[in-house]
């Protein structure tokens, strides 16, 4: 795809240059890669977390005063028959997670934990987690009703005492997702690293020169 620009008309002609997309400034196309790579970065992340989180509150739930942070009852649509994974020995290490979890936890992090770090990161770190954590527990109700609308399953909901907005959360976990909310601003504070983003937004190396000593530089 081309670009077509006019040049400044001289006395004698006029003419027109054309851009192509390989020459359009790099930040430009880096913007956008580095905001999928981030929104993708938290999706695993947040995938691979909830699968090992089912280990930690199982084993935590024998720990004294532990306990009384996973006293949330975190559970998934009944007729799907995977309730029976909380009485699993521990040693097992087994635990599940939907794929829709990949948007769910891309999204919370790029939308919201991202947005309220910009504007809140010079306020104290415990206000900041209780902003996430309450982010979280709206984003994670309204979306789980949608889900549940989409799928026509429960994707998850909480069968405690502490369950609201339609028991798609529990008001039991905050302290979790606020935790969760500091570890994702931990991930988005390294990944902005000014060394990082000025080394990305650096010329690509054009010359087998150039590029051995950038290997160079990194070694």
Aim: with cysteine.
């Amino acid at each position: 795809m081309e670009h077509t620009a006019s040049a400044p008309t001289s006395d004698s002609s006029s003419r027109s240059v054309h851009v192509r997309r390989a020459d359009l400034k790099r930040n430009a196309r880096l913007k956008l890669t580095f905001a999928i790579f981030r929104f993708c970065l938290y999706g695993m992340v947040g995938l691979s977390s909830e699968i090992f989180f089912y280990n930690l509150v199982r084993i935590a739930r024998h720990v004294p005063l532990l306990e009384m942070l996973f006293r949330f009852q975190w559970r998934v649509d009944d007729r799907l028959g995977l309730n029976d994974i909380w009485d699993t020995p521990v040693v097992t290490a087994y635990g599940q997670c939907s794929l829709w979890m990949f948007l769910i936890y891309g999204v919370a992090c790029f939308y919201f934990i991202e947005a309220i770090y910009r504007r809140t990161f010079r306020q104290p770190t415990l206000l900041r987690a209780v902003l996430y954590g309450l982010a979280i527990l709206v984003f994670e109700g309204l979306s789980g009703v949608f889900l549940e609308k989409l799928t026509g399953y429960r994707i998850w909901y909480y069968a405690d005492s502490g369950a609201i907005l339609w028991e798609m959360t529990s008001l039991y976990i905050l302290p979790i997702w606020m935790v969760t909310g500091l570890i994702a601003e931990f991930i988005y504070r390294e990944l902005m690293d000014p060394d990082l983003v000025a080394a990305l937004e650096s010329p690509l190396p054009a010359t087998p020169e150039e590029t051995e000593a950038s290997l160079q530089l990194m070694q």
